[in-house]
């Protein structure tokens, strides 16, 4: 199933029936994913969403040559991942931050075009501006230790934006974090990417987070590893806190629900009210 129309010269990010599967200790086999085809339009920001199990950090990390298939094709920007590698062309966030503790959170970003510097893009960001989006401004000279969580991974997204990376890709990067951190976050990782405007694909559990976040959502589904629905999100931008109350939000949050439990085949549990189902 493909995400959108787009045709793989004109997709950032390619996919076609992609399969890998993974031998378990009892010598059965995990079908971690099966004949996946997505398509990614250049520029879009783009989630998978889908419970534990389905496939989509492995998808994510065949997109950026870490995962070898056992079969089908990966193309970004119409290279393969190892030529985008290679060439610096991808970001990546996952979970932790992985900062070097030792340098302060200015260092931390511009440390990272010191070690690339013959593949850095022109003309070169502003990091202390993208610093100043994320809301790192007063924190630009303090140590990790001094760091909230959020901002740490704050320090981390601005990092990897400010490669400015072809295709950014981020596994669960806010999964850690307390909800209005992550409400937070949300905001200034929408601000960074209005900045530099790179192809995002985004792995989530968060029904919400992946609405307020997306141009689609990808819903994927487990046992075998497969994409299921993908979903547009025609909500307009920017995207504040507040369109998180609006009827047209909880309508889009309720599509992606009801396509979820749709790939289980399963009737949602009862909804209780005053504690009475």
């Given at each position: 199933m493909n995400s959108t129309s787009e045709s793989p010269v004109d997709a950032a990010i390619s996919v076609r029936g992609a399969r890998r599967t993974y031998e378990l200790e009892d010598f059965s086999h995990l079908v971690a994913l099966h004949d996946v085809d997505l398509e990614v339009k250049a520029g879009s920001f783009v989630s998978v969403i889908?419970?534990?199990?389905c496939g989509k950090s492995t998808l994510l990390r065949a997109v950026g040559g870490l995962e070898p298939l056992e079969s089908g094709e990966v193309r970004v920007c119409g290279r393969t991942p190892k030529e985008v590698a290679s060439a610096k062309g991808f970001?990546?966030?996952p979970q932790t931050p992985s900062?070097?503790?030792w340098?302060?959170?200015l260092k931390n970003v511009t440390v990272a075009q010191k070690v690339n510097r013959k593949h850095n893009r022109t003309p070169a960001p502003d990091l202390e501006h993208l610093l100043r989006v994320a809301g790192l401004g007063e924190a630009m000279h303090k140590l990790p230790r001094e760091l909230s969580g959020g901002m740490q991974q704050r320090t981390a997204i601005v990092r990897a934006f400010g490669l400015r990376p072809d295709v950014m890709l981020?596994?669960?990067p806010f999964s850690a974090l307390d909800e209005f951190t992550r409400e937070t976050l949300q905001g200034q990782l929408l601000d960074l990417w209005a900045e530099?405007?790179?192809t995002v694909l985004f792995v989530t559990h968060s029904i919400s987070e992946a609405v307020r976040l997306s141009d689609q959502v990808v819903v994927m589904a487990p046992r075998p590893g497969r994409v299921v629905d993908v979903i547009d999100v025609d909500l307009p931008r920017p995207r504040d806190a507040d369109l998180l109350k609006s009827p047209e939000f909880h309508a889009v949050e309720a599509r992606v629900r009801d396509s979820l439990w749709a790939a289980f085949d399963e009737v949602p549990p009862p909804v209780t009210q005053r504690g009475r189902v």
């Open positions: 889908g419970p534990s199990g970001g990546f966030v900062l070097l503790p340098l302060s959170v981020m596994d669960e530099t405007r790179c």
